[in-house]
């Protein structure tokens, strides 16, 4: 556990009692032993690991009966589809990357899951519902998201937030990174489409309501406000981009080298004297 093996370092660095050397007045070396007060916060460091433990426990078993209910929920309601004979554009989309097309009477489709078996669900009335262009942008939108490993990266999320389930700043972290994603497959779908394009794939936003996040799963029905405000204000730029991408890599560098600093200085030794007594 992260939490264990710095206590156990802890504990075994901290010293039970401190000797102190004082020189009299007379040349007489006076010897203290003092109890080290740090021994008595690292035992409650102990007491902290055990609610740390229940919480992490908690917080896995919750997840995973939310992930189990819902792929549960999956299976019984879908029917498999090829999607090359039902729609031959798709054909040119899906050439590059293996994936599996079902139908779905589950109201947040459509939406992609599985790390290792990708798949997409798409509403059964998909056909009926949406023009074709719309329907074009919602594969595209679900296929980036398989292709770019998102649902990896969601996964590598979840570890964070069981690891760290008591940081509040963790969860909103977590909420604004599933946000962004979805933000980043609109732009992606968006990146040089025309006014009416952007009209046609609103309107395929606004064909169901504000859905729940689900496990593991990139929902095309959720963050709608802010997808909207998006649409409203997209515009293409090759070059700020660029200039995004430069600003984002020489403040990482920054801050991994300024933190890199800030360790080694921390950890300089005081050159302090003291002794374990057993």
Not at 59 to 79: C, M
Not at 193 to 215: F, I
Not at 237 to 242: D, E, H, V
Request: charged letters at 20%; proline letters at 3%; aromatic letters at 14%.
């Amino acid at each position: 556990f992260p939490i264990s093996g710095i206590i156990a370092n802890i504990h075994q660095a901290v010293p039970v009692a401190i000797i102190e050397k004082t020189t009299l007045s007379d040349g007489k070396l006076l010897i203290q032993v003092i109890d080290n007060p740090t021994i008595h916060s690292v035992i409650s460091l102990y007491k902290l690991e055990i609610i740390w433990l229940i919480g992490f426990l908690a917080w896995v078993l919750f997840r995973f009966v939310s992930w189990y209910s819902f792929y549960k929920n999956i299976n019984q309601n879908r029917n498999k589809i090829s999607i090359e004979q039902l729609m031959p554009e798709a054909k040119e989309l899906t050439k590059d990357i293996k994936v599996k097309f079902y139908t779905t009477t589950i109201t947040s489709a459509p939406f992609a899951t599985g790390i290792f078996k990708q798949c997409i669900y798409l509403p059964c009335d998909f056909f009926q519902s949406y023009s074709k262009p719309q329907q074009l942008s919602i594969l595209k939108h679900e296929l980036i998201h398989i292709k770019r490993g998102d649902l990896c990266y969601q996964l590598l999320a979840e570890a964070f937030r069981a690891v760290y389930w008591f940081n509040p700043i963790i969860h909103y972290a977590w909420s604004q990174f599933i946000k962004d994603q979805e933000l980043a497959c609109d732009y992606a779908v968006l990146s040089k489409s025309t006014e009416q394009e952007r009209h046609d794939y609103g309107q395929a936003l606004l064909k169901r309501l504000n859905t729940e996040v689900q496990p593991f799963a990139n929902l095309f029905f959720s963050f709608q406000k802010q997808r909207f405000n998006m649409l409203e204000k997209h515009t293409y730029s090759q070059t700020k981009n660029n200039i995004g991408v430069v600003i984002c890599t020489v403040i990482g560098i920054y801050i991994l080298t300024n933190a890199s600093l800030t360790f080694a200085i921390e950890n300089q030794s005081d050159n302090k004297v003291s002794f374990k007594f057993k």
